[in-house]
């Protein structure tokens, strides 16, 4: 029997967590620029930016309670890797932010509401059928 999709608000939980300790002193701008904080390169998830490793660790501690370690990982890589190819850092810095504000993303207005709804939530969506596969 298959494993019932989790909705997707819950997974929103994924995404409440990076950037505010992303960078070393200056807050990077661009991705590029965060991924040239190696603090994270030897760390457990194999990050290459703060930006990733905070994600990654969160998401995963976040994601823990209803799925195993594994599916966990695969579903904050798949989230992380979504979002970082769909949105700019100042976009991921964005909803973020809006997320930790308003951690139901239906709650959501403006333009952080056009980032969840034209992207982040598709890409949470297809990573949880990923895991739920």
């Keep these: ?3 019932r999709l989790r909705p997707v608000w819950i997974l929103a939980a994924a995404l409440v967590l990076v950037v505010a300790g992303c960078g070393n002193s200056a ?3 661009t991705w590029a620029e965060a991924e ?3 603090r994270f390169l030897a760390e457990e998830f194999g990050a290459s930016s703060a930006v990733e490793h905070n994600f990654m660790a969160s998401c995963v501690e976040a994601n823990t309670g209803t ?3 594994v599916q966990a990982r695969v579903l904050c890589e798949c989230s992380f890797d979504g979002l970082r190819a ?3 850092l100042d976009e991921f810095s964005s909803l973020d932010g809006a997320l930790r504000a308003t ?3 239906s ?10 709804d034209d992207i982040a939530e598709d890409i949470l969506t297809a990573c949880a059928r990923r895991v739920d596969a």
């Design 1 to 3: 029997m298959r494993a």
């Design 27 to 29: 807050n990077p701008d």
């Design 36 to 38: 040239q904080d190696d």
């Design 67 to 69: 799925l195993n370690e």
């Design 86 to 88: 769909a949105l700019t």
């Design 103 to 105: 951690p139901n993303p």
């Design 107 to 116: 709650d959501l207005e403006d333009d952080p509401e056009d980032l969840w």
